[in-house]
C-alpha cells in the first residue's frame, strides 16, 4: 500500500462520505474497507451461510453507497451502515421464511422499565468476558441465537461491537436510559442461557 494511500485511510468517516458524494470511488473503497470486517461480525450472529453472509454484507454496502445523500451526520457513519445491514440481515431472514429470535415486546413498556441505578448497581459482568477464546466463540453465538431480538441487539453492540451508549442510541432510535435497561436485562437473559445450555462456563460469572 503506498503512503498516499495510507495517509487517506487516516482520514475521518464523514469526510469520506463527503468525498464519495463528490464522486471519489476511492473514498467510499475505503469506508468499505474500513467496516466491511464489523460487518460481517454481525452478520456472523445471524447467518450461518459465508456465502449468504457475504451477499448481505455486500448488498448493505451497495444500498448504503445508493442512500448516501441521506447520511445527515446526526449518528456516526457506522451506527447509520449498522441499520441498514440490520434491516438487510432481517429482511433477507423474513424472505426465507427464518427467524433467528422470538420477537417479544419491549420489555420496558411490559414490566414498567428499570432505572439507569437499578441498572447500573445490579449490573452482571459482560457476558462475554470468559466466552470469546477461539475455543468457545461459538458458545457465545449459541447462547446469542437464543435471545429475542432486543437483548441480542444491545449485547452485540455493547459486548461485542464495544460502542458507547450514545452510539448503541443511535444506532437503535432509543434513549440512553431505554439502551442501560435493556443492557440490564439482556445480560441477566444471556446468563440465564448460559446457565441452562453451558453451565460448565457460569462458574465466576
Known amino acids: 500500500m503506498g503512503l498516499l494511500r495510507m495517509e487517506r485511510i487516516e482520514v475521518n468517516d464523514e469526510e469520506l462520505v463527503r468525498e464519495t ?41 451497495l444500498k448504503a453507497y445508493s442512500r448516501l445523500s441521506s447520511f445527515q451526520n446526526q449518528a456516526s457513519f457506522y451506527t447509520w451502515l449498522y441499520r441498514i445491514t440490520k434491516n438487510t440481515i432481517l429482511d433477507h431472514l423474513k424472505r426465507k421464511g427464518r427467524s ?41 453465538r449459541d447462547v446469542l441465537q437464543e435471545l429475542p431480538d432486543i437483548f441480542r441487539d444491545v449485547l452485540i453492540l455493547r459486548e461485542l461491537e464495544g460502542l458507547p ?9 432509543v434513549s440512553i436510559g431505554t439502551v442501560e435497561s435493556r443492557i440490564f436485562r439482556a445480560r441477566a437473559k444471556f446468563k440465564e442461557k448460559l446457565i441452562q445450555k453451558h453451565p460448565e462456563f457460569v462458574e465466576g460469572l
Open 21 to 61: 458524494l463528490e464522486g471519489s470511488r476511492e473514498a467510499f473503497q475505503i469506508l468499505v474497507e474500513r467496516h466491511q470486517s464489523r460487518l460481517f461480525g454481525l452478520a456472523r450472529h445471524y447467518i450461518r451461510s459465508q456465502a449468504e453472509m457475504e451477499d448481505l454484507v455486500q448488498e448493505s454496502f
Open 100 to 140: 433467528p429470535v422470538q420477537a417479544m415486546e419491549d420489555p420496558e413498556e411490559v414490566l414498567g422499565g428499570v432505572s439507569g441505578a437499578e441498572g447500573r448497581s445490579g449490573r452482571l459482568p459482560a457476558p462475554d468476558a470468559q466466552l470469546l477464546s477461539s475455543e468457545v466463540v461459538g458458545i457465545t
Open 165 to 173: 451508549y450514545a452510539e448503541i442510541s443511535e444506532a437503535l432510535g
